[in-house]
């Protein structure tokens, strides 16, 4: 997808200095999560084969976004290719980059987002990609742990191997993952950060932001974490 630098780094964040209006192109991600003894999972979608066609996704809606993707790249095809057996998949919000791939996944499993935020999901407005769900599961965080300097976790398999962290800002009820892999422990911050320049910075994204001022508490937050457990390792939403 194509963002600017200018409002994936917030230009108005008093430590900003010449951020460049430039157009960067950036991955659409979707994270394969393998574990042991309760199988495979996914964390986002990424998008569906349509988008290899057409831009749009052949979504209908006021402000559907625009997004490049080249022919098998789409998730269904990573499923099949990389032979799958999905349980679940977990939703760090429901913009279109993050959970459009859902239109082409199994229907007879859970899909999992936090409690509130569905709210945010306007089919007339972003199109309709969740269509053919008859259930969306919710994270209560109202019942979640503390993790300072984090904030609340919930521990999403029962083992601490995957932990949903509420990160409001980029949408009100926008999560990011914490997974304790074999190789380590990995923050997959999804669009609290866009790219590492947020995180070495310290300057959240403005751009396609709920609420630049809680996205903001949100980066601090994490990058405090990342400087209390230095043996953790951090995926930005839209960077490798
Ligand atoms: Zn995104």
Same mark, same amino acid.
């Given at each position: 997808?194509?963002?600017?630098?200018?409002?994936?780094?917030?230009?108005?964040?008093?430590?900003?200095?010449?951020?460049?209006?430039?157009?960067?192109?950036?991955?659409?991600?979707?994270?394969?999560?393998? +574990?042991?003894?309760?199988?495979?999972?996914?964390?986002?979608? /990424?998008?569906?084969?349509?988008?290899?066609?057409?831009?749009?996704?052949?979504?209908?809606?006021?402000?559907?976004?625009?997004?490049?993707?080249?022919?098998?790249?789409?998730?269904?095809?990573?499923?099949?290719?990389?032979?799958?057996?999905?349980?679940?998949?977990?939703?760090? +919000?429901?913009?279109?980059?993050?959970?459009?791939?859902?239109?082409?996944?199994?229907?007879?499993?859970?899909?999992?987002?936090?409690?509130?935020?569905?709210?945010?999901?306007?089919?007339?407005? +972003?199109?309709?990609?969740?269509?053919?769900?008859?259930?969306?599961?919710?994270?209560?965080?109202?019942?979640?742990?503390?993790?300072?300097?984090?904030?609340?976790?919930?521990?999403?398999?029962?083992?601490?191997?995957?932990?949903?962290?509420?990160?409001?800002?980029?949408?009100?009820?926008?999560?990011?993952?914490?997974?304790?892999?074999?190789?380590?422990?990995?923050?997959?911050?999804?669009?609290?950060?866009?790219?590492?320049?947020?995180?070495?910075? /310290?300057?959240?994204?403005?751009?396609?932001?709920?609420?630049?001022?809680?996205?903001?508490?949100?980066?601090?937050?994490?990058?405090?974490?990342?400087?209390?457990?230095?043996?953790?390792?951090?995926?930005?939403?839209?960077?490798?």
């Amino acid at each position: 997808m194509i963002i600017n630098r200018k409002g994936t780094i917030n230009p108005a964040h008093p430590h900003a200095r010449d951020i460049i209006d430039e157009e960067m192109e950036v991955p659409i991600l979707a994270h394969w999560v393998h +574990h042991e003894e309760k199988g495979d999972f996914l964390l986002d979608t /990424g998008l569906d084969a349509a988008y290899s066609t057409d831009p749009k996704g052949r979504l209908e809606g006021t402000d559907v976004d625009v997004f490049q993707q080249n022919k098998g790249e789409n998730i269904a095809k990573h499923i099949e290719q990389n032979g799958i057996n999905l349980k679940t998949v977990f939703l760090s +919000h429901l913009h279109a980059d993050h959970a459009a791939g859902v239109r082409e996944l199994p229907k007879n499993i859970p899909y999992v987002i936090a409690k509130g935020e569905y709210g945010q999901y306007h089919p007339k407005i +972003h199109g309709d990609f969740l269509e053919g769900l008859e259930e969306l599961y919710e994270i209560d965080f109202s019942r979640a742990t503390l993790m300072p300097p984090l904030g609340l976790g919930v521990d999403l398999l029962g083992d601490g191997s995957l932990w949903a962290i509420l990160t409001h800002g980029h949408t009100p009820y926008h999560v990011s993952f914490l997974v304790n892999t074999l190789a380590g422990p990995i923050l997959l911050a999804m669009d609290a950060a866009f790219i590492h320049e947020n995180l070495e910075l /310290g300057i959240a994204p403005s751009d396609y932001t709920w609420n630049v001022k809680k996205a903001q508490e949100t980066l601090d937050k994490i990058i405090e974490f990342l400087g209390e457990y230095p043996q953790v390792r951090v995926g930005p939403g839209h960077e490798i």
